[in-house]
């Protein structure tokens, strides 16, 4: 089988946002059955339902993980154990690997990722506190479009090349190979595949062919609108500047990939400035309409070998 969780479903600063009294971050404080609290995007998968693999580390890995019993350790296999196998890196924003630095209790740990996202972390010294014993920190270097299977599990997991640069903390560092700054995954299990993009600086062709051939697709929904954060502080950076489609208008995600017929379309990585976040919201109704669900935490996806997907 292939077992799907989100753990958290928020962009950067989670929502609502520690600093931001706009209106949706104040509607969620003041009415959350209406817009719910999300923490910051992290997502689970795994084989069996006993072996986990996590799909970035976001900095709310902490409570993301004591708020999941799958995550946690089991009674009976030792005073120090845990069913995380391995961490697997789409990109080195902070919000994507600060998570691994809760990880540093000496236990074994196994992160894949491309060569250029390892270099820019092994060059940050926070980042020496994984590897203080011998084998404390094994990284796998992972490569576009080439399939790998994750530890002994069942999945087999390609890296889709996306446009994109290093994060700003790592602008020094130049000769980025094409394709290796960010990328998203193809999860494949005995026939069943996920797409999981939840960063998507362009929606190409060759991206909605492939969403075509999956099960499920997760896919950024960081922004509505191009100038969604400009409107709310002059000066900050267009939603394409920064690598994100928005999904509204002619030329967004949801025209785009309006003739991609999948069963299951999730949306995620929501900035606490997209009105999809209030489920009374016009742009709420409008995502419904177009068959595509907004992503929860905690929401969990089953996909059997010989059987329709259960959610």
């Not at 940050?124 to 920190?137: A, E, K, S, V």
């Not at 919201?281 to 409008?286: H, L, P």
């Amino acid at each position: 089988m292939l077992h799907f969780k989100l753990l958290g479903t928020a962009a950067g600063g989670g929502f609502p946002q520690w600093n931001c009294a706009c209106r949706f971050c104040d509607l969620c404080r003041q009415q959350p059955l209406r817009a719910a609290a999300r923490l910051q995007l992290q997502s689970a998968v795994s084989s069996d339902g006993e072996d986990w693999f996590l799909l970035n580390a976001s900095p709310d890995l902490r409570s993301q993980m004591g708020a999941t019993p799958e995550l946690q350790p089991v009674t009976g296999k030792g005073q120090r154990n845990t069913p995380i196998r391995a961490v697997v890196l789409t990109g080195a924003d902070l919000d994507q690997v600060l998570g691994l630095l809760l990880l540093r209790e000496f236990q074994p740990l196994l992160v894949y990722a491309t060569s250029v996202v390892r270099q820019t972390l092994q060059a940050n010294t926070f980042f020496r506190m994984l590897d203080r014993l011998p084998g404390q920190i094994t990284w796998i270097d992972i490569r576009p479009n080439e399939p790998f299977q994750l530890a002994e599990s069942q999945i087999v997991c390609t890296p889709i090349p996306l446009p994109g640069a290093l994060p700003f903390y790592a602008s020094a560092i130049h000769g980025v190979p094409e394709g290796e700054a960010s990328v998203g995954l193809l999860l494949e299990c005995k026939g069943k595949r996920i797409a999981y993009t939840p960063n998507v600086p362009e929606v190409t062709d060759d991206l909605r062919r492939l969403y075509r051939s999956c099960e499920a697709i997760f896919v950024d929904a960081t922004f509505w609108s191009d100038t969604e954060l400009n409107r709310l502080q002059p000066g900050t950076p267009l939603a394409r500047s920064i690598g994100h489609v928005p999904l509204g208008g002619e030329d967004g995600t949801l025209a785009l990939l309006r003739d991609v017929s999948v069963p299951i379309k999730v949306l995620l990585h929501i900035n606490n400035t997209n009105p999809i976040l209030d489920s009374l919201s016009t742009e709420f109704e409008e995502v419904v309409r177009a068959g595509w669900q907004i992503g929860q935490d905690g929401w969990e996806l089953i996909l059997q070998p010989s059987s329709k997907a259960a959610a």
